[in-house]
């Protein structure tokens, strides 16, 4: 099974900084990752697919970049609406797996 | 818009079954495969199960292999999640989710429903 392991785990930040979070697969997965987010008691949201691709209505602000290995997600100018849990997730191969997903947390 | 509405949780106790329906609309279902993904209280997600469009291929996680079974009716636009044998660590949140395609992201997911597995 492909192993996905992000950081940090947690994150403090205050709104307007760029915040950047990162994700490692143990093997290749090519461009096959995507970023969910998930606030409290909610269910998560695509954010990004194939690595970079914004899905559409998500704010601009939210970025992807990364192949094989290694990715990251970027929010380029936190607001209060951002504070939530991120996951990254691989699609390469079964069965799909998710990171252990970073908190972000107002500062 | 795409709409996925899950129902079936519950309190049962462990060695117990219990069966999930996802129901589906907004889009044509039978083109795309469908996942359930479960987060246990506290915890991050992790993925059971996934069908493809047709019904004919399905893949299943490890910790739920042998014991939980993935169906879909695309005459009625449902997804099924069987839980046989179930255990406490199988309590979670259980959502249903689309696939993007098939071996493809996940791009809708609906609200979730709890099963709670206690004696």
């Known amino acids: 099974d492909i192993q996905m392991t992000q950081s940090p785990s947690t994150l403090s930040a205050s709104v307007g900084d760029r915040v950047t979070i990162t994700c490692r697969a143990s093997?290749?997965?090519?461009?096959?990752l995507a970023w969910f987010q998930q606030k409290p008691g909610r269910a998560p949201e695509l954010l990004i697919y194939?690595?970079?691709t914004l899905e559409s209505g998500v704010p601009s602000r939210f970025s992807g970049s990364g192949s094989g290995p290694d990715f990251t997600l970027t929010i380029s100018s936190l607001q209060p609406d951002d504070f939530a849990t991120y996951y990254c997730?691989?699609?390469?191969?079964?069965?799909?797996?998710f990171g252990q997903g970073t908190k972000l947390e107002i500062k | 818009q795409v709409l996925l509405v899950e129902s079936g949780g519950g309190v049962v106790q462990p060695g117990t079954s219990l069966r999930l329906s996802c129901a589906a609309s907004?889009?044509?279902?039978?083109?795309?495969?469908m996942h359930w993904v479960r987060q246990a209280p506290g915890k991050g997600l992790e993925w059971v199960a996934v069908?493809?469009?047709?019904?004919?291929?399905?893949h299943y996680a490890d910790s739920v292999k042998g014991r939980f079974t993935i169906s879909r009716d695309n005459s009625e636009n449902t997804m099924y999640l069987q839980l046989n044998s179930l255990r406490v660590e199988d309590t979670a949140m259980y959502f249903c989710?689309?696939?993007?395609?098939?071996?493809?992201?996940?791009?809708?997911w609906g609200k979730g429903t709890t099963v709670t597995v206690s004696s």
């Open positions: 989710a689309k696939d993007g395609g098939w071996n493809y992201y996940i791009d809708v």
């Open positions: 907004g889009f044509t279902f039978r083109n795309y495969g």
């Open positions: 069908i493809s469009g047709d019904g004919n291929n399905n």
């Open positions: 093997q290749s997965i090519s461009s096959w």
């Open positions: 194939d690595a970079s």
């Open positions: 997730q691989q699609y390469d191969s079964y069965p799909v797996t």
